[in-house]
């Protein structure tokens, strides 16, 4: 009777040990399916438009809430209102919602203290800027703003000239006429100039052996080369910077299309750059993404080049013609040449 008794407890205690144990079991399991609520850190956003150089104050921020995995180091958190706003400035142009970051900002402290404007201090030591002259067509159609990457292209025109006369060729021919001999001298010679007659060269005919002066109808045409200069060139400014507070009014309220855009470039690239304007080389700018840090090997662009690279014929000369006859390739007039402002 008393063996009875003990066995029955020992299976009461196995009962409840297993039951402890299918409890403790799928409480692990329903933990472990039910997702962790995630963490969030509060990060610190542009509350309204800030420009290019402006001065970060609190009242321009403000704050949201981000999963604590999508959170990167260099976002400004609740914890670094401090460093945010100890004479910080925008170093791009930053949209309302944009989550402020260590790149988006700089230290004003540098230009400041040098009693300079306060944009100087959003170029990089060892870099420099340079405004340069620019249109519609150069700015991608206005696509091209503050704080745009681009890379730069630059078309020139090649011509041959004289080494000596550094002018163009052909050279003008002259006659040599009169000569003669004074006693006791050397020869006399006279010269007249022709009549606006470029220099030639004699050919031979081959029907009728005879030889004839063959001489330019035109000037000489210039040959076109067109090349990528720069790659990911950092805009600092479109158009004109304000004066002062009353003049950067003036220009908020309606300002002109601009015709000007500064560069943040390598001293170098500076010098390249001023000769490129008085050459009155023709400068394109492209947009680019600004994450896009690669740089690319291009190829110049000639007319041999074109032939070839596009497979392009030479039309041959056949016995009829389109009509009218085409002497020039000319541009459709678009309504907005004349003179738009972009959009703010």
């Known amino acids: 009777m008393r063996r009875g008794r003990i066995l029955i407890f020992v299976l009461l205690i196995i009962i409840i040990g297993l039951a402890v144990v299918i409890f403790a079991v799928r409480q692990f399991l329903l933990q472990a399916s039910q997702p962790e609520e995630p ?85 990089p030591p060892g870099m420099t800027a340079i405004s340069i002259p620019t249109t519609r067509l150069s700015l991608t159609g206005y696509g091209i703003n503050d704080g745009a990457h681009v890379n730069i292209n630059g078309c020139f025109l090649f011509v041959d000239v004289d080494p000596s006369f550094q002018s163009v060729l052909p050279n003008n021919a002259s006659l040599l006429t009169g000569t003669g001999f004074v006693a006791d001298s050397l020869p006399v010679l006279s010269m007249t100039v022709s009549a606006g007659g470029p220099q030639g060269r004699l050919e ?27 790659q990911d060139v950092v805009v600092m400014k479109l158009g004109n ?26 001293p170098q690239d500076s010098v390249t750059l001023s000769y490129l304007v008085y050459a009155n080389a023709q400068i394109i700018m492209t947009l680019r993404n600004p994450g896009d840090q690669a740089r690319q090997a291009t190829e110049a ?34 309504s907005n040449d004349a003179g738009t402002v972009p959009a703010q």
């Open 204 to 230: 031979l005919d081959p029907s009728l052996q005879q030889p004839y002066l063959l001489t330019p109808s035109e000037v000489q045409r210039p040959r076109m080369v067109c090349q990528m200069l720069l």
């Open 39 to 123: 963490a969030f850190v509060t990060v610190y956003i542009a509350g309204q438009n800030i420009s290019q150089g402006e001065r970060i104050t609190e009242s321009m921020l403000a704050t949201a809430s981000l999963p604590q995995d999508v959170v990167l180091d260099v976002y400004f958190t609740t914890g670094e209102k401090g460093e945010l706003l100890n004479n910080k400035i925008a170093r791009y142009p930053l949209d309302q919602g944009h989550i402020i970051g260590s790149a988006d900002v700089q230290d004003a402290s540098q230009a400041v203290a040098i009693g300079g404007p306060e944009w100087a201090a959003l170029i």
């Open 301 to 334: 662009s000639t007319l041999q080049f074109l032939l070839s690279q596009y497979n392009i014929p030479i039309p041959a000369k056949l016995p009829y013609a389109m009509q009218p006859s085409i002497g020039a390739l000319t541009a459709p007039s678009l």
């Open 241 to 266: 910077f304000p004066l002062n507070s009353a003049a950067a009014a003036t220009q908020a309220q309606g300002q002109p299309a601009p015709d000007i855009v500064t560069l943040i470039v390598s």
